[in-house]
């Protein structure tokens, strides 16, 4: 039973546009959000993450937001680079202590220049 | 300078065979887990120890055994390998002083990738 779900495997950008990753989640005891950027042969590394208090959380180029009635968040890369070519992992945890992060299949984002 | 490391990297062995992977960290990091990936590239967690003591421990078989000397170290022990056993196994770390209790920043591990013949 996936808990996280990223329905598109794979995404394809031009240079300059923007690329939005779409997550959706089953369980409303969830407490945060957080995307993870993945590049072949390499562990997955953080990039961003919200708690379920906001709406919206932006950090330079990438920005999450999260519609918690629809039990959704979407990852927005503006404007998109070759070098943001990579997996991009939906992930999410509650606050109930001895809960792990729990992970989407993953999207992979690739930016042609 | 690594954060978390793990060996090896890659792993080819033959069914029924036992093998371990090590993992360290060295964020001073109070928890440490072990994550599969399989071939449908879910990240699935196995394990997960924090200041030594087991927490999680998700429905793996019984062949799959981590052991966590110390803060620091977890390692992963698989006996009599089978062939659904092959996939990417990522060690990692996080910590939770001064951290909300559903925030999770996970460090992860440049991956172990297991391949039984």
């Known amino acids: ?113 | 300078d690594t954060a978390v490391s793990q060996t090896p990297k890659y792993l080819v062995t033959q069914m029924g065979n036992d093998k371990s992977i090590k993992c360290e960290q060295n964020l001073g990091h109070d928890t440490m887990y072990w994550y599969k990936q399989d071939s449908k590239k879910f990240l699935k967690i196995m394990f997960s120890y924090n200041n030594k003591e087991l927490i999680i421990n998700e429905t793996v078989p019984n062949r799959f055994s981590p052991k966590s000397p110390d803060k620091a170290h977890l390692n992963l022990h698989i006996n009599s390998l089978e062939l659904g056993d092959s996939a990417v196994y990522f060690c990692a770390s996080s910590s939770h002083r001064g951290k909300a209790p559903g925030f999770r920043e996970l460090f992860f591990g440049e991956g172990s990738r297991l391949t039984v013949l």
């Open chain 1, 1 to 113: 039973d996936q808990q996280v779900k990223q329905n598109s495997p794979s995404l394809s950008v031009q240079e300059g546009r923007i690329s939005i990753l779409n997550c959706d989640y089953t369980n409303s005891m969830f407490d945060y959000f957080l995307w993870y950027k993945k590049y072949p042969a390499e562990g997955p590394t953080f990039l961003i993450s919200i708690s379920s208090i906001k709406d919206k959380n932006e950090d330079g180029r990438f920005t999450v937001f999260l519609n918690k009635s629809a039990k959704h968040l979407s990852l927005h890369i503006v404007p998109s680079q070759p070098g943001d070519s990579a997996v991009y992992f939906c992930a999410a945890s509650g606050n109930q202590a001895g809960t792990a992060l729990i992970f989407g299949k993953g999207t992979t984002l690739s930016v042609s220049s």
